[in-house]
């Protein structure tokens, strides 16, 4: 059984996404930062650099959002979330991952790092505008690059999709205006009922805690 480790809204939110639309038995393990939890010795025995998400999956641990989605499409997705390894549409759907986590995350995780995840001698207020142009630049290529269809690749739902809607409501949350087309699909992407459920669950759980 796949268990996950994190909080409901980190980049924990794009593997319980996904693990509900899959619609397969998994577990929630809630990491509360204010606890302290994310740099227990159990939790950095997972993951030494102490974040979130880490997913277990029978003897495999795994970290890495971007890839643990695609791991869990591959092992449950039966044929669904990725295209067929090898054509061209593959070949597609690894650039959009590509581009999503190294262009268009990158510079929303330097606002956050900079505002308030890096230890504050660190933080510097330069950085903040630096990360607003590239993201702005980044969106603006999204925009362009987004076909007309309801997701990346034409009519098919896939992780690329989930990774993409994930990192556009996180801008949201980061107060960043998104262009016309960018707005619809992550309200499209947005109204998804697995999205709610997985926030259910994991809020449920946290709150639990
Ligand atoms: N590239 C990693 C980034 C993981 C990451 O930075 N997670 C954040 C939460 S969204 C975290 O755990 N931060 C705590 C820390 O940096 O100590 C991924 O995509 O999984």
Not at 55 to 73: Q, R
Not at 77 to 106: D, M, N, R
Not at 197 to 204: G, H, M, P, V
């Amino acid at each position: 059984m796949v268990t996950l480790y994190g909080t409901p809204k980190s980049r924990a939110l794009r593997v319980s996404w996904l693990l509900e639309e899959l619609a397969i038995d998994w577990q929630f393990n809630f990491i509360n930062f204010s606890k302290g939890d994310n740099r227990s010795e159990s939790f950095l025995a997972l993951n030494p650099s102490g974040k979130i998400p880490v997913i277990t999956d029978d003897d495999l641990l795994m970290t890495e959002s971007a890839a643990i989605c695609s791991y869990l499409a591959e092992r449950y997705g039966q044929g669904k979330f990725l295209p067929e390894a090898g054509t061209h549409v593959s070949a597609q759907h690894h650039q959009w991952i590509s581009f999503i986590i190294t262009e268009l995350e990158q510079p929303l995780w330097t606002m956050g790092k900079h505002r308030f995840a890096l230890p504050e001698a660190q933080r510097q207020e330069v950085m903040l505008s630096v990360a607003q142009w590239e993201f702005d630049k980044a969106a603006a290529l999204a925009e362009a690059m987004l076909p007309d269809s309801p997701f990346v690749l034409g009519d098919e739902i896939s992780v690329a999709d989930i990774l993409l809607a994930h990192t556009l409501i996180w801008a949201t949350m980061f107060k960043q205006s998104l262009p016309p087309k960018l707005t619809a699909y992550r309200d499209r992407l947005q109204a998804r009922p697995a999205l709610a459920q997985a926030l259910q669950k994991t809020e449920a759980i946290a709150a639990a805690n």
